[in-house]
């Protein structure tokens, strides 16, 4: 018995109204490797364009144990209060290999997960960083047609997460925790030259006086490198989770970034590098896919490893040969 196609109007429809049921199936329909799935997919992200690109976009970062999950919580239910809608999504390329660390996560915001006006979703297993994070740029914007005016995206993941999230997202927050002296030693570059903000949590009690040390250590790294905008200085704040101190001031700084920005142009500049880098996330995915499921190529690919692996085949012209195979 074959099912019947996807109502993609009705579904469209549901979604813009607030149900969350319909942005549920929505997310799983663009999670979807199913050819037929993908086709109703891409009608359905066109169709909800138009709805799109008004929320606050964050992309949040931070190493194990930094408070990540208790931070998004504690400032989910600050901006809820306020009388925004959040919604939290999570890049982790982890999640091919283990099935992902955000449920875990989602029982540690016990506010935020059983609100009304939130709404939390894992990253979907793609197999690939790429796929990931292509499913999470669409998944943001059904969560915008959707009534969602605040999309928070946690990298779950290190390293190369970190660039996706920064390159989907409109401020990219980077917490740490308090440390001694030598703190930044142990920090990478990269990181700090990606944040639009740097955020010391657990500055309270004991750890209070280590935080705005740590603080200073990070605003004397950051007066040594450029930048991303030369309308924004990226500042560093301190903050408690705990006890919900400097929630606050650290949105306030995310609003401040965004009239910046906008004053500037630097805002629209930065959502067409979005939509672009999405565009060839896509594209490389699309030929990732169809070298996987085209019989005849991927036969020849496999033969291709093969002679790489062996040694009788550089891997430059292995490649060429890979690209002639899709032509």
Known sequence: MTKAPIDIDALAKDLRAGSRAALARAITLVESRRADHQAAARELVQALLPHTGQAFRVGITGSPGVGKSTTIDVLGMYLIERGHKVAVLAVDPSSARTGGSILGDKTRMNDLSAHPNAFIRPSPSS????????????????????????????????????????????????LMLPGGGDE??????????????????????DNLKRANITAGDYRGALHILAPRSEHWHPPVVTYSALTKTGIAELWDKVVA?????????????????????????????????????????????????????????????????IVELLR
């Open 257 to 321: 970034h965004r009239t910046a920005m906008n004053a500037s142009g630097d805002f629209a500049g930065r959502r067409r590098e979005q939509q672009v880098k999405w565009m060839w996330t896509m594209l490389e995915d699309r030929l990732k896919a169809r070298l996987r499921s085209d019989p005849g190529i991927r036969s020849k690919v496999k033969q291709v490893e093969r002679d790489v692996a062996d040694g009788t085949m550089t891997p430059a012209v292995a490649a060429e040969a």
């Open 127 to 174: 197999g690939t960083l790429g796929g990931v994070a292509a499913k999470t740029r669409e998944a943001m914007l059904l969560c915008e047609a959707a009534g969602f005016d605040v999309v928070l995206v946690e990298t779950v993941g290190i390293g190369q997460s970190e660039t996706a999230v920064c390159d989907m997202t409109d401020f990219f927050l980077a």
């Open 184 to 205: 930044l030693q142990g920090i990478k570059k990269g990181l700090i030259e990606l944040a639009d903000m740097i955020a010391i949590n657990k500055a309270d009690g």
